[in-house]
């Protein structure tokens, strides 16, 4: 059984990762771990008070269980089993190391669309979560959740490691749909 790690949020862009893997071919029973994760900044939990982090905890809380149910729905009747992690930290690191903890074979994770230039003056978790996990990661750009209306672009980036042929492989053993376009980098 596959094991994928799922981070939802419950932004947009996440809910369209979600609806995109809930969609893509599988032969096997998958795992999907959709991981959630509260984030309080801890620097500042002493001048905050206690009540208000706890309200803002519980009001993530609340936010985490809604996306969950709205990620079970996309699955029914799927060949999968969801589970719901929900863990505290920063959002980007937490998703690595929860997919290294379960020793996921995907990270599948939603992108912005931000420009370059604000990706490196504001971060992303995208960018963050594929350059630092161990295992395959799928990117979801906005707009490609609906298969079923145009045939899938998808890019691989490549370098000649065991890793990265392990990873292609695994990429060529999934039926795709129709016609899609592969572009290896």
């Not at 931000?114 to 295992?135: I, K, N």
């Not at 799928?138 to 707009?143: D, E, W």
Request: hydrophobic share 40%; with cysteine.
């Amino acid at each position: 059984m596959a094991t994928v790690v799922l981070a939802c949020d419950g932004s947009d862009d996440s809910l369209e990762a979600a609806r995109f893997l809930a969609h893509l071919p599988h032969d096997d029973t998958l795992h999907v771990a959709v991981v959630s994760v509260l984030y309080v900044p801890a620097k500042n939990r002493n001048s905050m008070s206690r009540e208000w982090i706890d309200q803002c905890m519980q009001q993530e809380d609340e936010n985490a269980r809604r996306t969950f149910a709205d990620v079970e729905s996309m699955f029914e009747g799927a060949n999968v089993r969801l589970e719901h992690v929900v863990k505290e930290g920063h959002v980007a690191t937490t998703i690595v190391e929860t997919a290294k903890e379960r020793n996921a074979d995907l990270v599948v994770v939603g992108a912005r669309g931000r420009s370059a230039v604000s990706r490196v003056l504001l971060g992303s978790v995208s960018d963050y979560v594929a350059t630092h996990a161990v295992s395959s990661v799928l990117v979801v750009r906005p707009g490609t959740s609906d298969l079923g209306k145009h045939p899938l672009r998808i890019t691989i980036a490549f370098e000649d490691t065991d890793t990265a042929w392990k990873g292609l492989q695994q990429f060529c053993e999934i039926d795709w749909g129709r016609q899609p376009t592969v572009d290896l980098i």
